[in-house]
C-alpha cells in the first residue's frame, strides 16, 4: 500500500484547507496507505520537506495552491519522486489542468489507484534566481504586477483577489518593449505581457494558453500586445473560456527554450511565487516529474 507524506502551507485555503486534508486523510488511512503530515514555515522548508520524504520513498502531496504545487514539484522534479496534489488555494490551476477533483473522496480514490504520469516542468534561470523549476506558467508584465496585488489582497479571495489585482495593475501599466528568442528565433512584441505556459490555466481559472498541454513537451509563448485599456479589460474577460487567442492582438507561439528581455526594469512571476525582473531564460523539462492524476489533460 502506498506510503504518503503531505506537505502542507498552512496558509492556503483556510478551515476548507483543513477540512479537505482531515477527509482525505481518513479516506487513504481506511484504505491501509500510510500518511505523515508536515507544515511547512516556507516554501523553501516544504521544499527540503518534499526532498528527504522523496529520499524515503515516499509519495509526496503537495497540500494548498499554485505557490507550493509548482515549489515542491520543481524541487521534485529529475528525483522520481512521485507528486500528488491536493488543491486548497487561491488559485489551484496546475490541479485544474489536471482535471483534479476537489471532492475528498473522488481525490483519494486517484491518490490511491492512479499510476503515475510524467509531465513537463519549466526550468528558470535568471539573475536573481540561478536556477528554479517550476510547474505552470511562467508570465512577465502586467499579469506579473496583478499577481503581486492579488498575493496582497486581505479581503478578496480566489478569482476575485486576481480580478481586483488585474484591474489595478492595468491602471498603472504601460506597454513595455519585448524581445523574445524562441528555440533561436528572435520576436519583437510591444505590449502587456508575455506568458509562457506548460499549464492551460493561471491566475485562478483564466484559460490563458488553451493549446497548452502539460504532457507534450513543448511551451506555449502568448503575447498579448498594445491596445486601448477597454480593449484590454475586455480580453481579460475573453479569458475565461481562451476565445482572446482568436483576436489580432494575440499571438501564441510554442518552443522549448526561449529568452525574454525588455528595454525597462519588468517583473515577471511563476507559479504565483517568484518575483523577479526580466531578463529570464526558460527551458521545458519533458516528462520530469511523475505525478498522480487520472483524466488526459
Request: charged content about 25%; glycine content about 12%; cysteine-free.
Amino acid at each position: 500500500m502506498r506510503q504518503f507524506t503531505a506537505v502542507v502551507n498552512p496558509t492556503a485555503g483556510g478551515s476548507t484547507g483543513a477540512a479537505t486534508l482531515l477527509r482525505l486523510a481518513r479516506l487513504l488511512r481506511a484504505a491501509g496507505a500510510g500518511l505523515e503530515t508536515e507544515y511547512s514555515h516556507s516554501l523553501a522548508h516544504a521544499q527540503d520537506i518534499a526532498r528527504a520524504a522523496g529520499e524515503r520513498g515516499r509519495i509526496v502531496l503537495a497540500v494548498g495552491g499554485d505557490g507550493i504545487a509548482g515549489g515542491i514539484g520543481g524541487a521534485l522534479s529529475g528525483t522520481g519522486t512521485v507528486l500528488g496534489l491536493v488543491p486548497a488555494g487561491r488559485g489551484n490551476d496546475f490541479a485544474r489542468a489536471l482535471d483534479l477533483p476537489a471532492d475528498p473522496d473522488a481525490l483519494a480514490d486517484i491518490l490511491l489507484h492512479a499510476e503515475p504520469r510524467p509531465v513537463d516542468t519549466i526550468e528558470v534561470e535568471s539573475a536573481v534566481h540561478p536556477r528554479t523549476v517550476v510547474l505552470g506558467s511562467v508570465y512577465a508584465g502586467v499579469d506579473a504586477e496583478a499577481n503581486r496585488h492579488a498575493n496582497n489582497a486581505r479581503l478578496l479571495r480566489g478569482a476575485a483577489s486576481y480580478y481586483a489585482g488585474g484591474l489595478r495593475a492595468v491602471t498603472g501599466w504601460r506597454p513595455a518593449d519585448y524581445r523574445v528568442t524562441v528555440d533561436g528565433e528572435e520576436h519583437t512584441h510591444r505590449g502587456y505581457t508575455v506568458v509562457v505556459a506548460n499549464s492551460p490555466y493561471y491566475g485562478s481559472g483564466r484559460l490563458i494558453a488553451p493549446g497548452a498541454r502539460v504532457d507534450d513537451g513543448l511551451l506555449d509563448v502568448v503575447m498579448i500586445s498594445e491596445a486601448p485599456r477597454r480593449l484590454f479589460f475586455t480580453l481579460m474577460n475573453e479569458l475565461k473560456d481562451g476565445s482572446h487567442i482568436r483576436r489580432p492582438e494575440v499571438r501564441v507561439l510554442r518552443g522549448r527554450e526561449l529568452r525574454i528581455e525588455a528595454d525597462r526594469p519588468v517583473p515577471y512571476g511563476a507559479d504565483g511565487e517568484v518575483d523577479a525582473t526580466l531578463p529570464v531564460t526558460l527551458r521545458v523539462r519533458p516528462g520530469d516529474l511523475p505525478v498522480l492524476y487520472g483524466a488526459e489533460s
